[in-house]
């Protein structure tokens, strides 16, 4: 039972971080699509 607790809290940091990381993945994204379409239209 313990090792369930451990592995639970092991998913919910994981899940905290991936998280974070979408915003950050997805401000990337959105910069690279940006400078993309600046560049086609130009």
Known sequence: ????S???GFF???NYYYL?????F???????TF???TLKFH
């Not at 974070?20 to 950050?24: E, G, H, L, P």
């Not at 997805?26 to 690279?32: G, L, N, P, S």
Request: charged content about 35%.
């Open 20 to 24: 974070f990381d979408y915003k950050y």
């Open 26 to 32: 997805a401000q990337k994204c959105k910069e690279i």
């Open 6 to 8: 451990i592995l639970l």
């Open 12 to 14: 919910k940091k994981l």
């Open 1 to 4: 039972m313990r090792q369930t």
């Open 35 to 37: 400078k993309v379409l």
